[in-house]
């Protein structure tokens, strides 16, 4: 897909995906799109952490659900975590949906724009992973459980550093579709209002 317009407005998040691996000269171009985001004053301090290990993946799977499994929902407790939390209670949870790629971002602790840059960096990922065919999902699940004894552990087996703090994620493969290829149908939009200020 060429037109930029286009890219944008199909991508559509995949919550289903086959096992088939991903080749790497794909997973690379979704990583140095990713690499390109833009970052308060150029700081280009993300770390991202690239797992396609199975047995790794199961792992952190695990870690999640009985992290999850032991909290409570509250009336005030987003959304999706409260799924997440539901989900995680009955036994079936795994939060990266069984991908065969799971990249998960960090960046300095304390850095105010950490968020900023790594919701910039995840987009550039996902939108070259519409454009090469691939599916992918914003996962948050290991940033919610940043402080989480268990996960931190084995992220900084993983590779995070101790001044690293998880500020994001995203699943990546091929959809588990009879075409492989993601759903492009765009959602209406109901939200995300604007205001012209003339």
Known sequence: MDDAFE???????????????????????????????????NSQTSHLIVI??????????????????????????????AS????????????????PVLVV???????GNALADTGCLIENMMLEANSLDLGSCWINQVHWLDEDPDMHAKMVELGLREDE????GMALGYADSEDELPERRPLPRTGNQITYVE
């Open 84 to 99: 997440a939390i539901k989900a995680s209670k009955s036994g079936n949870y795994v939060f990266h949906y069984n991908a």
């Open 7 to 41: 890219l944008i407005t199909s991508r559509r998040s995949t919550r289903k995906f086959s096992a088939k691996p991903v080749d790497r000269k794909l997973l690379d171009r979704v990583l140095e799109a990713g690499r390109y985001a833009p970052s308060g004053g």
């Open 165 to 168: 703090r998880i500020t994001g």
């Open 105 to 111: 971002v960090a960046n300095k602790k304390g850095y």
């Open 52 to 81: 396609t290990n199975r047995e790794v993946l199961e792992q952190m799977a695990v870690i999640a659900r009985e992290s999850f499994a032991k909290m409570e929902v509250l009336p005030s407790t987003y959304r999706s975590l």
